[in-house]
């Protein structure tokens, strides 16, 4: 299990499975941008992963893309 960064410049990627077209990618892009910890979230479809920046927790990133409706997981 990786450690809980944080910070506002190492990048963290998350799995997940379920983006499969740009509708995925929006919901989740806005869903995280409106976390107050978030400074960056950018999805990439085909690679079905979601880079972030900032200083929420993991587990408060997976959470807010769990709002979204998606699952996902630290890789």
Known sequence: ???????TTEPRVFSVP???CGHC?????????AH???VSAI???DA???TVIG?????EVIAAIDE????AVRT
């Open 36 to 38: 107050a910890g978030v």
């Open 48 to 50: 079905k992963t979601t």
């Open 18 to 20: 379920g983006v499969s």
């Open 1 to 7: 299990m990786k450690p809980n960064v944080n910070s």
């Open 68 to 71: 979204a409706g998606y699952d």
């Open 43 to 45: 999805v990439d479809v």
């Open 25 to 33: 990618k929006q919901a989740i892009e806005s869903g995280l941008a």
């Open 55 to 59: 200083t929420a927790s993991d587990d």
